[in-house]
């Protein structure tokens, strides 16, 4: 069976802070997708990332960086210089691949992270 | 196109009503799926259709829920006899099968059973 943990329940920053999530994940699967989802106080899930299981490379995207490492089975997620817009909960989440990228996917927990001005 | 879109937002009932949810795809999407999110926690999965065939349903989804999506277009999902238990937020995705992209979610349906 799949899952994903993110021991972190909740951060709280001050704004331009650096901050890193974790995300450790299990699965039996040789071929699996990892996504990064935020949900602001709206509800809505926000798509952040998605990384094949093949693609160990590091990921930068403006503040946002990501770092998945195959031989921990971890993808953890890093804001640097944090605003207070990234205040939210972040998820971390497993896909199946057996029919492509689309599958149901697996949640974490979440971690609220707080960014204090 | 607007994004997947949920309605209603907010329901409110009382234990032992039956309630229904819609969820409207983005156009061409052929995957759907439903999850619930309870406080606290992470998404669910419930269940999700391949343009109209209903293809898994969650141990999650107990007899008094009920999913359709009849011409492979928008879905609902009906639950029977609500109990507290079923208090939650509704959410819905859709994508786009044999594309390597990811499920877009609507900004759910909070349901809250009194």
């Known amino acids: 069976a799949q899952k994903v943990t993110q021991a972190q329940t909740e951060i709280s920053v001050v704004e331009k802070e650096d901050v890193t999530l974790d995300c450790v994940y299990e699965t039996r699967d040789t071929t699996y997708y990892l996504f990064w989802y935020k949900q602001p106080p709206s509800g809505e899930l926000v798509f952040l990332i998605r990384?094949?299981?093949?693609?160990?490379q590091n990921e930068i995207s403006g503040r946002y960086s990501w770092n998945f490492q195959k031989s921990t089975s971890s993808f953890n997620f890093t804001i640097t210089a944090s605003q207070v817009v990234d205040s939210a909960v972040y998820f971390c989440?497993?896909?199946?691949?057996?029919?492509?990228?689309?599958?149901?996917?697996?949640f974490g927990k979440g971690i609220t992270l707080s960014v204090r001005p | 196109d607007t994004g997947v879109s949920q309605d209603p937002r907010h329901k409110i009932t009382k234990r032992g009503q039956n309630v229904t949810f819609r969820c409207d795809p983005i156009?061409?999407?052929?995957?759907l799926y439903w999850y619930r999110q309870t406080l606290g926690q992470g998404p669910e999965f419930l269940t999700y259709f391949q343009n109209e065939a209903q293809l898994e349903k969650s141990r999650l989804l107990s007899d008094r829920f009920s999913a359709e999506r009849p011409k492979g277009s928008f879905s609902t999902l009906e639950i029977q006899r609500t109990e507290q238990g079923d208090s939650a937020m509704y959410l819905c995705a859709s994508s786009l099968l044999g594309q390597t992209t990811e499920a877009f979610f609507g900004q759910g349906t909070r349901l809250t059973v009194v």
């Open positions: 156009s061409e999407h052929n995957r």
């Open positions: 989440a497993l896909s199946e691949t057996y029919t492509g990228a689309n599958s149901k996917l697996t």
């Open positions: 990384r094949n299981s093949f693609d160990e």
